[in-house]
């Protein structure tokens, strides 16, 4: 029997990507010396399903390096070795491994098997370094008893549940990572373990296959133990196996029952069939129990609490982004349909027309909800990025040996998936920044009072329409004076321009600027800020930078929550309408002939706050005919770009405020300078929207031309 | 040093037939996994049904409780 596998291998490396993720936010969680015991198990688990993933889909690399791994770990699990600081250190280069094995085997590029094998040696040097250790036998002092038992323990008092589990591998059990010997291990844990191995399946040796299972077990397990607990277990072997498990009265002198009793009775056990509901009536001799089990089984559907556990389903399903796109837009066109028909209504009359307004307007509340609903789909707790954050600050802290707490909040804050992509490497750049100029090196910190660790803070949060996500340190702040001198030096400022203090923190986004005294690993070479800013522009945000000198800076980024609508101005230039986004307009006013003057070299600007303004006629700019050409009879729509470039869009008249759904011009077209996209307006004509930090600089450029 | 049951089948099939007694050195044995025990029972059945014995040389602890938690034991005929 041949299953193509390659199938599967998509689903594997999205989760085990994922499972790493839990795993290295639980080892960061690890207390060294007093862990917590959930949390080594969160670790286990994802070292387990990667490699039983890992073996079924013939990645013999990785399975064998998390073999290694997961022995390790089991140590741990078992108590049988102490997390160390080393160690931690070791599962956390280990995380990382995985990581790079399985992206290589993603892309079907060779694995880095030095790095892997070195690791592995260091793995194995620690689980043998514990074995030599004297005296470690935490298993051998389990009580476990070889069947047949000396006699349960007597009927006392409150005597313990008594557990009879039927045990059946499948034959591929092994292959998919699973041990028996390690669950039968975790149950003699719980209570008494009895087992009975069934060996009626095993094969001649010359006929056996080393990697198959054969064996079968009845296990009869007294102790408090619940049965969630016992399903607990064998939870990873679910889908390869047979599995029975019911409660006997805990009734002394019971014999086990023999196993081909158990099959006759139960033909065709499913992997998580239903248990037999709990409290069999605890009179019933066992000899009946198997018989029983027929009846009790038929009618265990209809007991609305018969099937526990084994419900881990989260109630949630992975559906691909492109479905989701695909959703969206069905939905933007929709919103244009709507917004046609309303249009169309409010011109009709008579008294049908009444009613059409009153279902145009139902539809149009429908329409936004719907609309909102997709774009919630698409919502990504920021999370999804903050969770990278603490095992990056451990490594940068640890080599550049400051002191560091990082603090996240507002980590459930929601926003698009493309903008949570999008927004993790400025985040990435700033935090190393912050890490590595920001704070001072312990010493100093508590030379100036303050606690010897830096607090990095990430914060994120709803504003309006758009999220404001925070990077805060209380390191020593900005220095202006280095920055501006640093400028003068490099001619990017002139000797006696006098900047107030937003315009000196602005420079240290221009490319190739950076006043860290020594180039480290981390940062400091003076690539980073520009783009961070770039990409943030990029996603339609802004990026602002407060400092206080001795105190630490704060960087702000605000970003729209979607990169699928954006709120817009509508402009009208002639019969053409342009949007110009929200987020870019300072101010829109009517100019007087007096406020415009021409500069020779510069054209046509204007005074606007104490600075003198382009203006830039966007008929021109567009070669449309407009109404007007003279300045006072139109509007002036005073817009923002990068690094507080302004510019004074001159248009006919302002139409309103809408929220438009963005068409990509380069899907559909090409790219068109200074435009960032289109959309449909009501009445079924197309408007483009406009780029303004592409505008401002296609002018600059022409204007150098 | 036998690190997966693979191996541990191939260096078993040449003992199997063995007609004096084959003794198993478990002294330096680690690590132990049910796919190994299952190995060893099956050539242990198979060689005492043709008369054949398996003794056992030093002991592991990790081996004697992996074959009593799996129930095994008797049938290795492993020292109880």
Same mark, same amino acid.
């Given at each position: 029997?041949?299953?193509?596998?390659?199938?599967?291998?998509?689903?594997?490396?999205?989760?085990?990507?994922?499972?790493?993720?839990? !795993?290295? *936010?639980?080892?960061?969680?690890?207390?060294?010396?007093?862990?917590?015991?959930?949390?080594?198990?969160?670790?286990?688990?994802?070292?387990?399903?990667?490699?039983?993933?890992?073996?079924?889909?013939?990645?013999?690399?990785?399975?064998?390096?998390?073999?290694?791994?997961?022995?390790?770990?089991?140590?741990?699990?078992?108590?049988?070795?102490?997390?160390? #600081?080393?160690?931690?250190?070791?599962?956390?280069?280990?995380?990382?491994?995985?990581?790079?094995?399985?992206?290589?085997?993603?892309? =079907?590029?060779?694995?880095?098997?030095?790095?892997?094998?070195?690791?592995?040696?260091?793995?194995?040097?620690?689980?043998?370094?514990?074995?030599?250790?004297?005296?470690?036998?935490?298993?051998?002092? *389990?009580?476990?008893?070889?069947?047949?038992?000396?006699?349960?323990?007597?009927?006392?008092?409150?005597?313990?549940?008594?557990?009879?589990?039927?045990?059946?591998?499948?034959?591929? #059990?092994?292959?998919?990572?699973?041990?028996?010997?390690? !669950?039968?291990?975790?149950?003699?844990?719980?209570?008494?373990?009895?087992?009975?191995?069934?060996?009626?399946?095993?094969?001649?040796?010359?006929?056996?296959?080393?990697?198959?299972?054969?064996?079968?077990?009845?296990?009869?397990?007294?102790?408090? @133990?619940?049965?969630?607990?016992?399903?607990?277990?064998?939870?990873?072997?679910?889908?390869?196996?047979?599995?029975?498990?019911?409660?006997?009265?805990?009734?002394?002198?019971?014999?086990? @029952?023999?196993?081909?009793?158990?099959?006759?009775?139960?033909?065709?056990?499913?992997?998580?069939?239903?248990? %037999?509901?709990?409290?069999?009536?605890?009179?019933?001799?066992?000899?009946?129990?198997?018989?029983?089990?027929?009846?009790?089984?038929?009618?265990?559907?209809?007991?609305?609490?018969?099937?526990?556990?084994?419900?881990?389903?989260?109630?949630?399903?992975? @559906?691909?982004?492109?479905?989701?796109?695909?959703?969206?837009?069905?939905?933007?066109?929709?919103?244009?349909?709507?917004?046609?028909?309303?249009?169309?209504?409010?011109?009709?009359?008579?008294?049908?027309?009444?009613?059409?307004?009153?279902?145009?307007?139902?539809?149009?509340?429908?329409?936004?909800?719907?609309?909102?609903?997709? !774009?919630?789909?698409?919502?990504?707790?920021?999370?999804?990025?903050?969770?990278?954050?603490?095992?990056?600050?451990?490594?940068?802290?640890?080599?550049?040996?400051?002191?560091?707490?990082?603090?996240?909040?507002?980590?459930?804050?929601?926003?698009?998936? *493309?903008?949570?992509?999008?927004?993790?490497?400025?985040?990435?750049?700033?935090?190393?920044?912050?890490?590595?100029?920001?704070?001072?090196?312990?010493?100093?910190?508590?030379?100036?009072?303050?606690?010897?660790?830096?607090?990095?803070?990430?914060?994120?949060?709803?504003?309006?329409?758009?999220?404001?996500?925070?990077?805060?340190?209380?390191?020593?702040?900005?220095? =202006?004076?280095?920055?501006?001198?640093?400028?003068?030096?490099?001619?990017?400022?002139?000797?006696?321009?006098?900047?107030?203090?937003?315009?000196?923190?602005?420079?240290?986004?221009?490319?190739?600027?950076?006043?860290?005294?020594?180039?480290?690993?981390?940062?400091?070479?003076?690539?980073?800020?520009?783009?961070?800013?770039?990409?943030?522009?990029?996603?339609?945000?802004?990026?602002?930078?407060?400092?206080?000198?001795?105190?630490?800076?704060?960087?702000?980024?605000?970003?729209?929550?979607?990169?699928?609508?954006?709120?817009?101005?509508?402009?009208?230039?002639?019969?053409?309408?342009?949007?110009?986004?929200?987020?870019?307009?300072?101010?829109?006013?009517? #100019?007087?002939?007096?406020?415009?003057?021409?500069?020779?070299?510069?054209?046509?600007?204007?005074?606007?706050?104490?600075?003198?303004?382009?203006?830039?006629?966007?008929? %021109?700019?567009?070669?449309?005919?407009?109404?007007?050409?003279?300045?006072?009879?139109?509007? @002036?729509?005073?817009?923002?770009?990068?690094?507080?470039?302004?510019?004074?869009?001159?248009?006919?008249?302002?139409?309103?405020?809408?929220?438009?759904?963005?068409?990509?011009?380069?899907?559909?077209?090409?790219?068109?300078?200074?435009?960032?996209?289109?959309?449909?307006?009501?009445?079924?004509?197309?408007?483009?929207?406009?780029?303004?930090?592409?505008?401002?600089?296609?002018?600059? !450029?022409?204007?150098?031309? | 040093?036998?690190?997966?049951?693979?191996?541990?089948?191939?260096?078993?099939?040449?003992?199997?037939?063995?007609?004096?007694?084959?003794?198993?050195?478990?002294?330096?044995?680690?690590?132990?996994?049910?796919?190994?025990?299952?190995?060893?029972?099956?050539?242990?059945?198979?060689?005492?049904?043709?008369?054949?014995?398996?003794?056992?040389?030093?002991?592991?602890?990790?081996?004697?409780?992996?074959?009593?938690?799996?129930?095994?034991?008797?049938?290795?005929?492993?020292?109880?």
């Amino acid at each position: 029997m041949t299953i193509d596998l390659t199938q599967f291998h998509d689903a594997f490396f999205e989760e085990s990507f994922e499972a790493l993720d839990s !795993m290295e *936010t639980a080892l960061l969680k690890l207390d060294i010396g007093a862990p917590d015991k959930e949390l080594i198990n969160t670790i286990f688990r994802v070292a387990h399903s990667i490699k039983g993933g890992s073996a079924t889909f013939g990645f013999s690399d990785i399975a064998s390096f998390t073999h290694s791994l997961e022995t390790l770990l089991d140590e741990l699990r078992s108590g049988g070795m102490q997390v160390t #600081l080393a160690m931690s250190d070791l599962l956390l280069k280990s995380v990382d491994v995985m990581r790079a094995m399985l992206r290589a085997v993603q892309h =079907k590029q060779p694995i880095n098997a030095q790095r892997v094998s070195d690791l592995q040696f260091d793995l194995e040097l620690m689980i043998a370094q514990k074995n030599s250790a004297p005296a470690a036998a935490p298993a051998q002092a *389990t009580p476990v008893a070889e069947a047949p038992a000396p006699a349960p323990p007597a009927a006392a008092a409150p005597a313990p549940a008594r557990w009879e589990i039927a045990f059946r591998p499948y034959a591929e #059990l092994f292959a998919r990572g699973n041990d028996p010997l390690r !669950m039968l291990r975790e149950l003699a844990e719980l209570g008494q373990l009895e087992s009975t191995v069934d060996i009626g399946g095993l094969p001649a040796f010359a006929a056996l296959d080393p990697q198959s299972c054969y064996l079968a077990w009845n296990l009869v397990l007294t102790g408090d @133990v619940a049965e969630s607990t016992i399903r607990q277990v064998f939870e990873w072997a679910e889908g390869d196996c047979d599995l029975q498990i019911r409660l006997t009265s805990p009734a002394p002198a019971m014999q086990t @029952v023999a196993s081909g009793q158990i099959e006759g009775a139960q033909p065709v056990a499913v992997p998580s069939a239903p248990v %037999e509901p709990a409290p069999v009536p605890a009179a019933a001799p066992l000899a009946l129990a198997a018989a029983a089990a027929v009846a009790t089984k038929a009618d265990a559907p209809a007991k609305p609490d018969a099937p526990v556990a084994t419900v881990a389903d989260s109630g949630s399903i992975r @559906v691909s982004v492109e479905k989701i796109d695909e959703l969206m837009n069905t939905v933007g066109e929709l919103v244009i349909t709507q917004a046609m028909l309303s249009q169309l209504g409010s011109k009709l009359e008579g008294p049908t027309a009444e009613k059409l307004r009153g279902g145009l307007a139902q539809l149009e509340r429908n329409m936004r909800e719907l609309q909102e609903s997709v !774009m919630r789909v698409r919502m990504l707790p920021i999370n999804v990025v903050f969770s990278r954050f603490p095992r990056m600050v451990r490594d940068l802290a640890q080599r550049l040996g400051k002191q560091i707490e990082l603090k996240l909040t507002g980590e459930q804050t929601e926003l698009d998936k *493309t903008v949570l992509e999008k927004i993790g490497d400025p985040l990435v750049h700033l935090v190393r920044n912050s890490i590595d100029h920001g704070i001072e090196a312990p010493a100093t910190r508590t030379a100036a009072g303050k606690p010897a660790a830096g607090t990095v803070h990430l914060d994120a949060c709803h504003r309006g329409g758009n999220i404001a996500v925070e990077v805060s340190d209380d390191g020593g702040g900005l220095d =202006k004076d280095r920055i501006l001198a640093k400028a003068r030096d490099r001619g990017l400022v002139g000797p006696n321009d006098v900047l107030t203090d937003e315009q000196v923190y602005d420079l240290i986004f221009l490319p190739g600027f950076s006043t860290a005294e020594k180039t480290t690993d981390v940062s400091g070479r003076g690539v980073g800020m520009d783009v961070v800013r770039r990409n943030i522009k990029e996603l339609g945000g802004k990026i602002e930078l407060r400092s206080e000198h001795g105190k630490g800076s704060k960087t702000i980024i605000t970003l729209p929550l979607t990169l699928a609508i954006v709120d817009g101005q509508s402009v009208s230039v002639g019969s053409e309408t342009y949007i110009v986004p929200l987020i870019s307009i300072v101010e829109s006013m009517q #100019l007087k002939a007096a406020d415009v003057s021409r500069l020779s070299g510069r054209g046509e600007v204007f005074s606007f706050r104490g600075y003198y303004l382009p203006i830039v006629r966007l008929y %021109e700019l567009f070669g449309v005919e407009p109404r007007t050409k003279v300045l006072d009879e139109g509007l @002036v729509v005073v817009a923002e770009g990068e690094g507080h470039q302004r510019v004074g869009l001159f248009v006919d008249d302002l139409l309103g405020q809408q929220q438009v759904v963005i068409k990509s011009l380069e899907a559909n077209y090409g790219h068109v300078e200074g435009v960032s996209g289109a959309t449909i307006l009501g009445d079924g004509s197309v408007a483009l929207i406009l780029d303004v930090p592409g505008l401002i600089r296609a002018i600059s !450029m022409r204007a150098a031309a | 040093m036998v690190s997966d049951a693979a191996s541990l089948k191939e260096r078993l099939a040449a003992l199997i037939d063995e007609p004096l007694a084959v003794t198993l050195d478990i002294t330096a044995l680690q690590r132990i996994d049910t796919a190994g025990l299952q190995l060893m029972t099956a050539f242990v059945r198979d060689r005492a049904g043709q008369g054949r014995t398996v003794e056992w040389q030093g002991s592991a602890p990790v081996l004697a409780t992996a074959a009593r938690l799996l129930g095994l034991t008797s049938l290795l005929q492993l020292p109880a």
